[in-house]
């Protein structure tokens, strides 16, 4: 070591600091092997769990499992069954979830019904195998189902309805069709100034047209209580056109320009399509499992495939 000191010709104080400098590097490597020499090692427990794959379940379809055909509880056996009018807890019973009922009563108060067992496949809430094991037992009662082609259609008796209450008060009230009322015949209902009646159609334009008159409750700024009180006198044609979207060749700025619609969304939708390539269906888009289904029937009138 003198001897490498006298080479560089370094000064007493340089020699010190040469040595303290060596032993903390030395010390600062050392602590790594010192550090695995006295740890313990601690066993790690861990729990397998194998899901069948089930591209349309989803973290629902897990859910489903656990609670439904987990080893604590089995699917009880089938019989046949019109799965029109069921209720929940017949749908419980034949091994849906309760929010997988709900869903399908929902479908049901909105007029919707299973004119053949192919229909309960569509809805998104039920998984394929879920359908499979279920079909073979399905028996649809058609004298149940009314003929749609006798009986006045739902807005044909909501406009009769309003018609016969206007003779019962002395009142006109206004009809209006909200596919193609202009901003005049909005301000003629009651509670609906120009400012919501602008409102109304700006929210009608940025949807592509309307297709619930539901919609025009989420118009913003118009209270609930107004709503109710104009909903009677508000009517959608049958068959009213919207504007679409091309699912498969639109842009994330051209999604998000949808009011049902967001920037992630849009860029989750987007990006599925480029990984996977073009949607088939709105199923298809249940493979995007940050999107519910609800988003999904929001906005499936809007969407061309």
Known sequence: MKKFFKYFELSLAEQRGFIMLSVLVLCQLGVPYLYDAIRKEEPLDYELVFLEQDDRQGVDGFEKRKTNVGPNKKLLPITAFDPNGLSIEEWVRLGLSSKQAQVIKNYEAKGGRFLSKEDLAKMYTISRS????????????????????????AQEAKIEKAEDGAKATGKNLPLIDI??????????LRGIGPVF????????YALGGFSSIKQVAEVYGVPPETYDAIEGQLYLAPA??????MINSCTIDELAKHPYISKK??????NYRTQHGAYKNLESLTGIELLDRDFLRKIEPYLEF
């Not at 596919?179 to 003629?188: C, E, H, I, N, P």
């Not at 009646?197 to 009608?204: D, P, V």
């Not at 969304?265 to 987007?270: H, L």
């Open 265 to 270: 969304q849009a860029q989750w939708i987007v």
């Open 240 to 245: 009213t056109a919207v504007r679409k979207i």
């Open 179 to 188: 596919a193609t009322a202009d901003s005049t015949d909005w301000v003629a």
């Open 130 to 153: 879920q359908y499979e094991r279920l079909a073979p037992y399905i028996q649809i009662d058609k004298s149940r189902l009314i003929d749609k082609s006798r009986v006045m259609s």
């Open 197 to 204: 009646a602008k409102r109304i159609l700006n929210y009608r």
